[in-house]
């Protein structure tokens, strides 16, 4: 979301228009071609246009627009870096995937190390690993995501570690952070679902884009295609 919003805010500038953000919006509402806006310690403010990457935040009265959204479900990683003593990887790389079939819990294994030498300590070399788990198969592998420890998410990536790159010695630091509900997930006809919500918000003659990771990809070009592209169509570009 912040990718969006930093493009947003300077493509919005180069055309001379101001742009408000808020990561806290409680409701919409529309009247006629303008956007009433409540917001969490903020006075009640009226808009020409809003570009919205909270799926889920709509007025009432876009209903069936409201249903789709929610049909867009998304799923959990847990992200685990781990940082071992000197040089340990068997192999150079930027890293490597793992397929459901051989593990479910594990999505994959960035080698940090390996393309960003130039952050080893001063003391001497590190190998940085970034282990990447859950996805579709999180509550399959490890549970509600609201129940699971940090340390099984920790212990699950030093196995992994251990078990596809050979590492027997134990991390000297870690971090572990669990991401909630942090990737969409694209069913058979999506796309077909976000023409049709587009349809709904042209007929209705709302102003409102729809950006984010929701709708035109999950990666980190997709969202900023799709901020640059809404506020393109905004004024016409």
Same mark, same amino acid.
């Given at each position: 979301?912040?990718?969006? /919003?930093?493009?947003? @805010?300077?493509? #919005? ?7 408000? $953000? ?6 919409? *509402?529309?009247?006629? +071609?303008?956007? #009433? ?13 809003? #570009? ?9 009265? =876009? ?6 959204? $929610? ?20 192999? /150079? ?10 593990? &479910? ?14 952050? +080893? ?6 190998? @940085? ?39 027997? *010695? ?7 952070? #669990?991401? /909630?509900? =942090?990737?969409?997930?694209? @069913? ?9 919500? @587009?349809?709904?918000? &042209? /007929? &209705? ?33």
């Amino acid at each position: 979301a912040n990718f969006v /919003k930093t493009n947003i @805010r300077v493509i #919005l500038n180069s055309f001379g228009h101001d742009c408000i $953000q808020s990561n806290y919006v409680n409701i919409f *509402s529309y009247t006629f +071609n303008y956007c #009433l806006i409540y917001c969490f310690k903020s006075v009640l403010s009226h808009h020409s246009s809003v #570009l919205s990457a909270l799926s889920c935040v709509l007025p009432p009265t =876009c209903q069936p627009l409201i249903q789709q959204l $929610q049909d867009i479900s998304s799923v959990s990683v847990a992200v685990v870096n781990l940082e071992y003593e000197g040089s340990i990887l068997p192999v /150079k790389g930027f890293g490597h995937l793992v397929p459901s079939s051989e593990d &479910k819990g594990l999505l994959g294994v960035v080698y940090d190390s390996v393309p960003f030498p130039q952050h +080893n300590r001063p003391s001497g070399q590190t190998t @940085r690993l970034t282990v990447m788990m859950g996805g579709a198969w999180f509550q399959e592998a490890f549970g509600a995501p609201e129940t699971v420890t940090t340390e099984c998410l920790l212990a699950r990536a030093t196995e992994s570690v251990s078990c596809h790159l050979g590492v027997t *010695s134990a991390p000297s630091w870690t971090q572990v952070a #669990l991401h /909630k509900d =942090c990737i969409p997930q694209y @069913r058979l006809g999506h796309f077909r679902t976000v023409e049709s919500m @587009r349809s709904f918000i &042209k /007929k &209705k003659n709302l102003s409102l884009s729809l950006i984010g990771s929701s709708y035109d990809g999950v990666s980190v070009n997709d969202v900023i295609f799709s901020g640059r592209t809404a506020v393109d169509d905004l004024f016409g570009v």
